[in-house]
């Protein structure tokens, strides 16, 4: 397979190009009164109507390249925020567009329509401006935050989360029924209707997944096996490395 290399003016106009395709595209999504995204998901035929940006970002596939590369790159910064509090990846792509933007402006000045790169330019001191202005900032939020204590709040949060106050009514009675401490695992259903179920304890298979997991004939038998416990998806074994 052919691999396409830019590097200049051209490598930089590119993933210019791509961060901020992906950021204004999914920036109208953000807030009370964002707007909704049509999309279809990649080797489906179903149609999907979702003002989720995260959601929208994962089926996005750009025709160039390198434009390809720099919008990933946007969307994979914010995985992080997706496994850590299940919102707020819209916010982080749009922080992360104009993060990159302004650093991007102040390293390649414009100059009659032109790029100017003097050559002892180094973004590196821009990186580290960045990172400390970052900390500063999150000091900041840390000393207006205010924690989730009562019911309210959670229906609050989930509210805003799903647009909907049947979903949020479900997410609050299944948190007080598992308690704060316990886990909650959404999945598609293939009916309209929302439902919750409570599984007491902790279910694990039985047998095997493939013929070569068997030590003896049809039993897998091993011995100290090590066991990892997760609230995670784990789809491949990339996830535990």
């Known amino acids: 397979m052919k691999k396409k290399i830019l590097s200049g003016t051209e490598c ?11 950021g204004d595209l999914l ?5 009370p009164s ?11 035929l179903w149609v999907e109507l979702s003002d989720d ?20 790159a946007v969307t994979n910064a914010c995985v992080s925020t997706n496994d850590k509090v299940g919102d707020g990846t819209t916010t982080a792509i749009t922080l992360t567009q104009a993060i990159f ?9 414009l100059k009659s329509g032109e790029l100017l790169v003097k050559a002892d330019q180094n973004p590196i001191p821009i990186r580290q401006e960045i990172k400390e202005i970052a900390k500063k900032v999150i000091a900041e939020i840390d000393k207006i935050k205010r924690p989730i204590e009562t019911d309210q709040d959670i229906w609050n949060v989930a509210y805003v989360a799903s647009n909907s106050e049947e979903v949020a009514d479900i997410i609050l009675n299944a948190i007080k029924k598992v308690s704060r401490e316990g886990g909650l695992l ?7 209707v929302t439902e919750c ?8 298979p039985f047998g095997y997944l493939d013929n070569r997991l068997a030590t003896n004939k049809n039993e897998a038998v091993f011995e100290n096996t090590k066991v990892v416990f997760t609230n995670a998806i784990i789809n491949n074994a990339a996830q535990l490395i």
């Open 12 to 22: 930089r106009e590119a993933i210019k190009n791509g961060v901020n395709f992906i």
């Open 101 to 109: 933007n302004a650093g991007y402006d102040k390293a390649f000045p």
């Open 197 to 204: 179920e409570v599984v007491e304890g902790l279910e694990i």
């Open 27 to 31: 920036s109208r999504t953000l807030g």
């Open 186 to 192: 959404i999945e598609d259903s293939q009916s309209p």
């Open 53 to 72: 940006g995260w959601a929208a970002a994962k089926e996005i596939t750009l025709e160039n390249e390198i434009e390809e590369l720099a919008s990933k």
């Open 34 to 44: 964002g707007r909704s995204i049509i999309f279809n998901k990649v080797d489906s």
